[in-house]
């Protein structure tokens, strides 16, 4: 599938929802409809999912759609791409946490914690590689207790996050985002627990290579040690013994 790095920037920060249809950030993210289960599996909990680098909503649609398959009612928040050198340029300065790095999704996500800090049941917020330094930089811009939220990150490339809510993260050992940038290498300074697991699949299914040679090399990395639907996802619902 052919990644789509010029015009996806238009939907940066929105919503993703059920057939990968797009909603203005300024949508409360309840009335956006969520991608449900299509295995037959019922939905038992709410999530707020947040894409990493090198995906556009298409591929971030079949993303959530994966999370939803393990019990999940999925609403995306979409960090759009412009490509691998912008997208990892964009990732240090959510590293720094600058201005410059303009992140749409930091500002939605931190619309949707202000919503839900209250909740008797709010969603479970989940971060996957980019994806988490959106969440702590988010979690991090809002000025109130955040012990009531439940975060989750997968193959995060952030290893600090606020304090208050309970952290769970998954680490493949062999993938060199959370092992460098995240909490892998610094798991005894973390927030939370660290999940270790050691995963490396042959990559199927790849783009073309003469298509675009920075996508290719990134559905390389996704589907050897670090994507969300061929590591982290199954290995999610291993420990949820599914």
């Known amino acids: 599938m ?7 920037h238009e939907c940066d920060g929105h919503f993703v929802g059920a057939d990968g249809k ?17 295995n037959g599996k019922p939905a038992y909990r709410s999530v707020v999912m947040v894409n990493g680098i090198m995906t ?27 490509g691998m050198m912008r997208d990892l340029a964009q990732c240090v300065g959510d590293k720094l ?27 479970l917020l989940v971060g996957h590689s980019q ?7 988010a979690l991090g811009s809002v000025d109130a207790s955040l012990k009531n939220l439940d975060v989750m990150t997968l193959g995060g490339a952030s290893w600090s996050f606020p304090s208050g809510p309970k952290y769970k993260h998954f680490v493949n050992v062999f ?24 995963e490396v699949k042959k990559p199927t299914n790849l783009p073309s290579l003469e298509e675009d040679v920075s996508n290719y090399l990134a559905r390389v990395v996704d589907r050897s040690v670090h994507g969300p639907q061929d590591i982290y996802i199954p290995e999610l619902e291993k420990k949820q013994g599914t």
Not at 26 to 36: A, I, S
Not at 175 to 198: E, I, K, N
């Open 56 to 82: 556009d909503v298409a591929l971030q649609a079949s993303d959530m759609q994966r999370m939803a398959n393990t019990g999940c009612k999925v609403v995306g928040v979409h960090n759009a791409t412009k």
């Open 175 to 198: 993938d060199g985002v959370p092992m460098g940038a995240g909490v892998g290498a610094l798991s005894c300074f973390s927030s939370g627990t660290v999940s270790r697991f050691s």
């Open 131 to 137: 994806g988490a330094l959106v969440l702590s930089n």
């Open 97 to 123: 946490n600058l201005r410059m790095a303009n992140n749409g999704a930091t500002s939605t996500v931190a619309k949707v914690v202000r919503d839900i800090l209250n909740e008797v049941e709010p969603p």
């Open 22 to 38: 797009c909603y203005h950030p300024d949508t409360y993210w309840r009335d956006v409809p969520p991608v449900l289960p299509n």
């Open 2 to 8: 052919k990644l789509d790095t010029v015009k996806d």
